[in-house]
């Protein structure tokens, strides 16, 4: 079943210790589109400037991804830039120039408020809430956010927390959110504001699901080397929410496949950081991401 | 069956955010002997001065601990100082008195050279190849080591590394000591230069092991806070030596029982951060520690 997804489609400039690349594609939208396509088909609502590149919307497209949810504007598409330290987990952000992107108001195209999954990536919230009352009776709804909306628009992120199904962040914003040291504090802090579902990221260390049933530890793949690791958590995002539609899972399902889909996450993620930009989610073999799937499976068994 | 530790047997002065604790009982041999000695018997090597405290020599004697290989000398028990940043990770070490350890040559008591299970515990690779070689066929050797004798006595280390069964390091030590970024790829090169079996230890982010079937990521039990981690890893050692001594395993042994001990290090480790030196390891109740394992299992069930 289709999954609609809001975002940002960006160009983003990357550099690490060993090279630089200049406007490639990003966007926690493009990520997660790519992604989520290896396991359901995707519909992206978003907006572009009038330098996107035509090829870059044709690559999407070539991977089932419906992209005439994106909107294109006259002004520059959404840039970010930022350098990596040596560690290529911390980094500064050299620039963001929200172009297009600041005045996003997010357009569904007829019919797509029967979309059945839902992905409220980050954004602004009083964005996402406008898509969420857009939609009619979502199976399920998923939202990620970060730390500038939980410092600068509490009120309106806590609004659109009370509505979603699971929330999907990384280990800082659950503490920034919540003020809990402990994740398993935090993710309660977080139950008791709405989604009884929340999955908390943690890069290379893997991710923590909380759920019905308790909690679940999946680890990342051990990778040689990390080229670029910008857009891995939206790429989790993208797999672990394909894998719930693929199998049409809803909010009042167990949480057998909620554990699965966390595999499938942190399956497809570990491709992200091995190339630039989204090159390693281009083409991903199915073969190969199920290859990953078993070995994580290989790594949980005792 | 018994195991032997080698190791140091301290006073650790230790600082954080809350509170200070002067001259507490500490040193590796200590947090590895009490951890360990709720699976199997454990025998002490190590030396304290004239301040060493007698109730410190009776609280381990109390958990089944032989302590008559720990030798007292005229002088100054080692003593660590050190101070927890807020994030309860990062640490600075305020001193460092060596005391009557620095003049360390152990001792092993008459007969104690036939115990089949030795852990050579963080102290100069001189000294643990000493040791070693006194032994007469232990079953199996297991391996700590750390930053500074990485850095300073790689010859040495190297010498006890090939002659080891399995080595026990964290994530910084097994870059430090490969090159290698990745730590799969630092694991296959710890097992080039002799160790069969590696362990990593990542902290709050749990440990992997290494073996002939294949890696395993064990978690660790999520805390609600941390009062003092010092002592977390050795803590790990003596849960994952003590499985493994109570089930008999040697060194020909398939993985599945090296698999299970991990699980019992993280269980036991993750008592050791909730207190301050050794206090969350006294009397550890045994039901509470089944418990925990019992968690960690189902954290890592898909």
Redesign the interface.
């Known amino acids: 079943m289709s999954i609609l997804v809001v975002g940002s489609v960006a160009y983003d400039t990357v550099a690490t210790v060993r090279e630089t690349r200049d406007r490639q594609l990003g966007g926690s939208a493009s990520f997660f589109a790519l992604a989520a396509s290896r396991f359901a088909p995707v519909r992206v609502v978003g907006v572009v400037g009038d330098d996107f590149r035509q090829e870059d919307l044709d690559l999407l497209a070539r991977h089932g991804i419906d992209t005439s949810g994106i909107e294109r504007c006259a002004g520059a598409t959404f840039h970010w830039s930022g350098r990596y330290h040596h560690d290529m987990i911390e980094r500064d952000t050299l620039a963001t120039d929200l172009g297009v992107f600041a005045d996003f108001s997010p357009q569904l195209p007829a019919g797509w408020e029967h979309t059945p999954y839902l992905l409220l990536a980050n954004i602004h919230p009083s964005l996402q809430l406008q898509v969420l009352d857009s939609m009619h009776d979502p199976k399920l709804v998923v939202l990620d956010t970060m730390n500038l909306w939980i410092e600068t628009s509490r009120a309106e992120l806590l609004a659109v927390l009370a509505k979603v199904d699971v929330l999907l962040v990384n280990d800082s914003e659950a503490r920034l959110l919540t003020g809990c040291?402990?994740?398993?504090?935090a993710a309660l802090a977080i139950q008791a504001l709405g989604p009884p579902r929340v999955v908390i990221k943690?890069g290379e260390?893997?991710a923590?699901y909380f759920g019905s049933s308790?909690?679940?530890?999946?680890?990342a793949i051990?990778?040689?080397?990390?080229v670029d690791p910008t857009g891995a958590g939206d790429t989790f995002a993208g797999g672990f929410m394909g894998w719930l539609a693929d199998r049409g899972v809803d909010r009042h399902s167990d949480d057998v496949e909620f554990?699965?889909a966390?595999?499938a996450g942190s399956a497809v993620a570990s491709f992200c950081p091995q190339a630039f930009s989204v090159e390693a989610l281009i083409d991903l073999d199915r073969a190969a991401l199920d290859a990953r799937m078993a070995t994580l499976?290989?790594?949980?068994?005792?």
Chains 1, 2 share one sequence.
């Open positions: 040291t402990g994740l398993n504090e943690k260390h893997g923590l308790g909690t679940l530890a999946v680890p051990l990778l040689p080397d990390v554990r699965r966390m595999i499976t290989a790594m949980m068994t005792p």
